[in-house]
């Protein structure tokens, strides 16, 4: 039972250009949602999250979308870089103390 | 400020033997989470251990426990090894409640042969 669905498993993007990265849930119990970027060899690194009294929150070049009545969120990336290149992993908790994971897509940001 | 740091980095084991991993949280964080990782997959919800119980636990056998320590630092356990438990084995480090942005350690990476 998939609760946090990634439904691309890679997305290559030019350099400068936007990045949009999906996420679907189907748990409507989940009231906070986390982005994780992931490079070999390392351990996932907390990106940008949300809480699900909002619908949009910003960090530099990072802004992330909820749209609950979809059960749907969207991590946007601009401009894009080389460096963004990573494996991206969306999580949800839903008032316990576990994370639940997607499978992951994989973003190629090329020159 | 040291991170959150994982021992060893690569295990190779047989079928039915017991392994034990080691974690030191991210320093004043005082929760510690592991998770599974599969080739392919996101990874999964093992257990989380907060002064020195295991507070909350995932969809994982009784083969699988864990310890914290005093120091807050963890251990994960695993006996009579499956062919299946290969895989990546995180830590993650958080402070208080709720424990969203867990910071994660580098993994050990545990064949089962």
Known sequence: DQQVKQNSPSLSVQEGRISILNCDYTNSMFDYFLWYKKYPAEGPTFLISISSIKDKNEDGRFTVFLNKSAKHLSLHIVPSQ???SAVYFCAASGGTDKLIFGTGTRLQVFP | DAGVTQSPT???????????LRCSPKSGHDTVSWYQQALGQGPQFIFQYYEEEERQRGNFPDRFSGHQFPNYSSELNVNALLLGDS??????SSLGRPTYEQYFGPGTRLTVT
């Open chain 1, 82 to 84: 080389p460096g963004d």
């Open chain 2, 10 to 20: 690569h295990l190779i084991k047989t079928r039915g033997q017991q392994v034990t």
């Open chain 2, 87 to 92: 895989a990546l084995y995180l830590c993650a």
